[in-house]
């Protein structure tokens, strides 16, 4: 069902989504996630291949890279992800992880020497396969005697926005899927329409009652990019190339949130509620890159590169389960209440990017490289033809003005050991999209690797750790954007880990 409001609040709107963490927008920048994995020796150097090139992953960074083949090559990379979480939450804490076999990268690439020594010395074309990210995730938190319940959020939600009770008393397919919660709590006696007061007042604690929280998310899904880059050498001073990548994505969240309460109404002893909540978004899409290395001299090369927007055409399929349990004049009853499924089209466009990068190549003994990346999170934006363009440009204005353009660095060292043998190591920092200072969200990766170059054959292993940590409320109450965990116990502290074990085998010819 398409209708004025649909699913863009539910995507968009910060503060009305009822979503675990109740960052809809978030959900968009993650979609918008562009982390190439790469080969092993890519992903070992950091993924600092900016100026460098030679390498298939760096056709998805600077497809400049491209021109500085030589020879014809295949290569495939296998990778194991072992993914760790701890959240604490009211001075809980709670680990969860999985373990992930996939594949980072398939490409080949076929070169053509005109056997000249100026003017266009070499021609290359690229065809491959490259995951560029990985949205695999498990969250789970709990909480003690919290004086706050999810039961306040439906209350202020509705009376926020003044929704008639004869409304949310509809069959669901009747309402806007953004009020199918609050239209559940409504009707599972959660909550309950004052007619004297004219207000909707919450069914479930009693003053100074507490509640036992529990929750849970686990997100599964990743982008696929598949390649094809075309390239060049003129005279061994430029390299230049062009990628067009075509964009597969799937991200699945199944979240589940629980209170327990420990006081009641006289006239109602509510004992629990939950909450299931299903979201499934496809999307594929389209992008272009171009990218030029120039070579002053033989040991110092400058790479820069153009990414556009990846172009999705996305599907979103969504629906929640609720269920109150509560005693009723001394009878045990219970409450259940099922959503339909709803779907919601629109398009996204991701952010820009821009690379720029410098190495320095230290005749056969090693090379250090340095790459800089410009991401425009806050040029990130969603369309639907059927939504109001008033409405739709609203939320495009919400995420222009809580977003900013951010500064990556990439720093990927080589050295060579004895006889083709190689050791590698790489730094990554991401800087934090929001410009709310306050949300320290800077992102931090470290690799290392080794690898064997011969004639026709070669081999690399890398590991790579990537961390960052995320504050989020389970829900939001009256566009409760607080991220102090400190001040305020019923803020989670989410630590993620993720480590990457990646192996590259190629072969030259």
């Not at 949130?257 to 299903?278: A, C, F, P, T």
């Not at 190549?361 to 033809?385: A, P, Q, W």
């Amino acid at each position: 069902m398409k209708t004025v409001k649909k699913w863009s609040m539910l995507l968009l709107s910060v503060f009305l989504a009822f979503s675990l963490k109740a960052q809809t927008a978030d959900e968009l920048l993650q979609l918008g996630t562009h982390e190439i994995q790469g080969t092993a020796r890519f992903s070992g150097l950091g993924g600092a291949f900016n100026a460098l090139g030679g390498d298939f992953g760096s056709l998805s960074t600077n497809p400049a890279g491209i021109g500085t083949y030589r020879s014809s090559e295949f290569a495939f990379t296998p990778s194991l992800t072992l993914n760790n979480t701890t959240t604490d939450f009211r001075r809980e804490s709670l680990s969860d992880g999985y373990t992930r076999f996939g594949f980072a990268n398939l490409g080949y690439v076929a070169t053509y020497l005109t056997k000249k020594s100026q003017g266009l010395i070499s021609f290359n074309f690229g065809l491959g396969y490259n995951r560029s990210a990985n949205f695999y995730k498990r969250t789970n938190f709990r909480g003690f005697d919290s004086p706050n319940s999810v039961l306040d959020m439906f209350t202020q939600y509705a009376n926020n926005l003044d929704l008639n009770p004869d409304y949310l008393k509809q069959d669901l397919k009747q309402i806007f899927p953004e009020d199918w919660s609050t239209s559940m709590a409504l009707i599972s006696e959660m909550m309950r329409y004052d007619k004297d007061e004219n207000k909707y007042i919450s069914n479930g604690l009693a003053e100074g009652g507490k509640v036992d929280i529990y929750g849970s998310s686990v997100q599964t899904g990743g982008t696929e990019e598949y390649t094809f880059s075309i390239g060049g050498n003129i005279s061994n001073r430029f390299q230049f190339g062009m990628t067009i990548g075509l964009q597969d994505l799937q991200y699945v969240n199944r979240m589940n949130y629980k209170e327990n309460y420990l006081g009641h109404h006289d006239n109602i002893q509510y004992v629990s509620s939950s909450r299931d909540e299903y979201i499934r978004t496809v999307g594929t899409g389209v992008n272009a890159k171009f990218g030029i290395i120039y070579r002053p001299v033989d040991a110092f090369r400058l790479g820069f590169a153009v990414h556009t927007p990846t172009f999705f055409n996305m599907e979103r399929e969504y629906n929640v389960f609720m269920k109150s349990a509560y005693k009723l004049e001394g009878k045990d009853d219970v409450k259940e209440e099922n959503s339909p499924r709803d779907l919601y089209e629109y398009t996204l466009s991701t952010p820009y990017r821009l690379e720029f990068g410098l190495a320095y190549i230290f005749g056969k003994t090693g090379l250090i490289s340095v790459d800089y990346e410009l991401v425009g999170n806050n040029s990130m934006r969603i369309h639907d033809n059927i939504v109001d363009d008033g409405f739709i440009s609203s939320h495009n204005n919400t995420i222009k003005n809580a977003y900013r353009a951010t500064s990556n660095l990439r720093v990927g060292a080589e050295i060579n050991l004895y006889r083709g043998l190689m050791l590698r190591g790489g730094f990554n920092y991401f800087q934090s999209p929001y410009k709310d200072s306050s949300l320290d969200y800077n992102r931090y990766a470290y690799s290392g690797g080794i690898g064997y170059r011969g004639k026709h054959f070669f081999a690399d292993l890398a590991y790579v750790l990537n961390t960052s940590k995320y504050h989020f409320a389970p829900y939001y109450i009256n566009d409760y954007r607080v991220r102090d965990a400190d001040n305020d116990p019923d803020v989670a502290v989410e630590n993620l880990k993720i480590g990457r074990i990646i192996a590259t085998i190629g072969f030259r010819f």
